[in-house]
């Protein structure tokens, strides 16, 4: 399972977390610390797009089959939110 913040407009993510999907459902908050580009910050980005996606082939990049759940999220805002796994890639 693959929880990854990418920007709005589209684009490879910009911080991301692996879980499995044994753990769900469970608490997480993506930090400064998850960003995959060192010297970056989640707040400089404002709005992002927060992804949690239960990879069936163990790979980050969507495959068809796998279920996800996508939702828009402020890091400048900062308060919690619940990401469902709803859907399934075509």
């Given at each position: 399972?693959?929880?990854?913040?990418r920007?709005?407009?589209?684009?490879?993510?910009?911080?991301?977390?692996?879980?499995?999907?044994?753990e769900?459902?469970?608490?997480?908050?993506?930090?400064?610390?998850d960003?995959?580009?060192?010297?970056?910050?989640?707040?400089?980005?404002g709005?992002?797009?927060?992804?949690?996606?239960?990879?069936?082939?163990?790979?980050?990049?969507?495959?068809?089959?796998?279920?996800f759940g996508?939702?828009?999220?402020?890091?400048?805002?900062?308060?919690?939110?619940?990401?469902?796994?709803?859907?399934?890639?075509?």
């Amino acid at each position: 399972l693959f929880v990854l913040a990418r920007p709005v407009a589209g684009g490879p993510p910009v911080a991301a977390v692996r879980k499995t999907a044994g753990e769900l459902p469970f608490s997480i908050s993506l930090t400064d610390k998850d960003v995959m580009t060192e010297g970056t910050k989640l707040t400089q980005f404002g709005e992002l797009t927060l992804v949690a996606r239960v990879s069936l082939s163990g790979r980050p990049q969507a495959s068809s089959g796998d279920l996800f759940g996508e939702l828009r999220y402020d890091f400048k805002n900062g308060k919690p939110v619940t990401l469902i796994i709803d859907r399934v890639v075509p």
